[in-house]
């Protein structure tokens, strides 16, 4: 166990919809990660928060949102899903933006998503 | 944006072998990482790189930040059955607001008894 939870572990749904996927950080960490892990792309950075502000974007598409709320868990909002859009999606923490290393930029187990 | 180049895709060892792969960027970086993935579950970090030119061990596996910070490998001795999965090397330019990490696609490692 990594300490960061993600809830569902999986979620089938149909195109068109909309779903939330929640995280909780390992206790302590202030900064949450979204990655999408798909067969052709690997993992990719989709946004960041820090202590409930967003910090970076990366290639999160329009249709997709996120916060952190107070209690430091995140839920990564998608919606008017398309078939693409099946993947694998991880939520990891850390301590603080950037400090990775020595006290744990931590992976969850994930969620996975199907698109039907 | 910056980008990954991980190499190989994938390989087939013999139980015992020695594996080698690496990652080369288009642009530096200040930390170089390696995580493995099992089937199902997040990656797990291996080793953390820090300066240019560090050569770091953790048991059969070692790993180095290259000269030009653009690159890096890692290396597993005597490998086992138990190394199966997907090696990703990532990179991440600490400090400031941001640690996102930039992810190679992955060395898909498979070791025949």
Redesign the interface.
């Known amino acids: 166990d990594s300490g960061v939870t993600q809830t569902p572990k999986h979620l089938i749904t149909a195109t068109g919809q909309r779903v939330t996927l929640r995280c909780s950080p390992r206790s302590g960490d202030l900064s949450v990660y979204w990655y999408q892990q798909s067969l052709d792309q690997g993992l990719q950075f989709l946004i960041q928060y820090y202590n409930g502000e967003e910090r970076a974007k990366g290639n999160i598409l329009e249709r997709f949102s996120a916060q952190q709320f107070p209690d430091l868990h995140s839920e990564l909002n998608l919606s008017s899903l398309e078939l693409g859009d099946s993947a694998l999606y991880f939520c990891a923490s850390s301590r603080r933006p950037g400090q990775g290393i020595n006290y744990g930029y931590t992976f969850g187990s994930g969620t996975r998503l199907t698109v039907v | 944006g910056q980008q990954l180049n991980q190499s190989p895709q994938s390989m087939f060892i013999q139980e015992g072998e020695d594996v080698s792969m690496n990652c080369t960027s288009s642009s530096i970086f200040n930390?170089w990482?390696w995580y493995k993935q099992d089937p199902?579950?997040?990656?797990?970090?291996l080793i953390?790189l820090?300066k240019a030119g560090e050569l770091t061990s953790n048991g059969r596996l070692t790993a180095q930040f290259g000269i030009t910070r653009k690159d890096s490998f890692l290396n597993i001795s005597a490998s086992i059955p138990s190394d199966v999965g997907i090696y990703?090397c990532?990179g991440?330019?600490?400090?400031?607001?941001?640690?996102?990490?930039?992810?190679?696609?992955?060395t898909k490692l498979s070791v025949k008894p």
């Open positions: 930390t990482l199902g579950e997040g990656p797990v970090l953390a820090y990703f990532a991440m330019n600490y400090g400031g607001s941001q640690g996102n990490l930039i992810f190679g696609k992955g």
